[in-house]
T-cell receptor
C-alpha cells in the first residue's frame, strides 16, 4: 500500500542554518504531496503542496519539489529561524479506497537554537 | 474567516462516559473527516464524509459514531469512552474529496 517515510528526528540546528528534511514515498498512481507543520500545542497547518511531477511547492521560505524519478519530496529552507521549531509531516493524498485519507509520515521534530 | 472549528479543546472523561466532539467549517466544504493522533502511530483516519447525509468508516472507526446532517457540521461521538481513546483528535475538511485538506486546531481528550 501507499506509504511515506521521512527522516527521524529530532533535528537540532542553529539559527540561519540550512534545513533539509528527507521524505520519500511509495504509491500507486500519482498522488498529491504535502508538507504540514505542527507547532507545540497546536493543530496541523498546511505548509506547502505539489500536485504533479516536477512541481515545486513553496511557502514562508520553505520549498519542496515533487520528484517522480526518485519518489521524493524533500523539504528545504535556506536559513531557519527559532520560530521554525515545530514538527514537520510529509503526507500523500489517498484515493477513494482509503477514504481520501492523507497518508502521513511519522513526523520530524525540528529545534532551532539561537 | 474561521476555517475548521473544533470544540472542546481539552476534555477529561471517565471510562464509560459518552461525549461528542464538535466540528464545524464555514468554507462550504463537501468533504469532512476525523483523525486521531497518537505518539508513534501518526495520524489515522476514524470516519469521513463526502457530503451531507453520507458517512463512511476510516482506518480506526471502532468506538466512534458520526453523522452529517448539514454541510457545515460533522460531530464525532464517543459511545462509551475507554482509556485507549486517550488521544488528540483532529477534524479536517476539503472542498471536495481528494482536494487539499485543512485541519482544525485539535481536541485533547484524556480518558481515565
Amino acid at each position: 500500500g501507499d506509504s511515506v517515510t521521512q527522516m527521524e528526528g529530532p533535528v537540532t540546528l542553529s539559527e540561519e542554518a540550512f534545513l533539509t528534511i528527507n521524505c520519500t514515498y511509495t504509491a500507486t498512481g500519482y498522488p498529491s504531496l504535502f508538507w504540514y507543520v505542527q507547532y507545540p500545542g497546536e493543530g496541523l497547518q498546511l505548509l506547502l503542496k505539489a500536485t504533479k511531477a516536477d512541481d515545486k511547492g513553496s511557502n514562508k521560505g520553505f520549498e519542496a519539489t515533487y520528484r517522480k524519478e526518485t519518489t521524493s519530496f524533500h523539504l528545504e529552507k535556506g536559513s531557519v529561524q527559532v520560530s521554525d521549531s515545530a514538527v514537520y509531516f510529509c503526507a500523500l493524498s489517498g484515493g477513494p479506497n482509503s477514504g481520501y485519507a492523507l497518508n502521513f509520515g511519522k513526523g520530524t521534530s525540528l529545534l532551532v537554537t539561537p | 474567516n474561521a476555517g475548521v472549528t473544533q470544540t472542546p479543546k481539552f476534555q477529561v472523561l471517565k471510562t464509560g462516559q459518552s461525549m461528542t466532539l464538535q466540528c464545524a467549517q464555514d468554507m462550504n466544504h463537501e468533504y469532512m473527516s476525523w483523525y486521531r493522533q497518537d505518539p508513534g502511530m501518526g495520524l489515522r483516519l476514524i470516519h469521513y464524509s463526502v457530503g451531507a447525509g453520507i458517512t463512511d468508516q476510516g482506518e480506526v472507526p471502532n468506538g466512534y459514531n458520526v453523522s452529517r446532517s448539514t454541510t457545515e457540521d460533522f460531530p464525532l461521538r464517543l459511545l462509551s469512552a475507554a482509556p485507549s481513546q486517550t488521544s488528540v483528535y483532529f477534524c479536517a475538511s476539503s472542498y471536495k474529496a481528494g482536494n487539499t485538506i485543512y485541519f482544525g486546531e485539535g481536541s485533547w481528550l484524556t480518558v481515565v
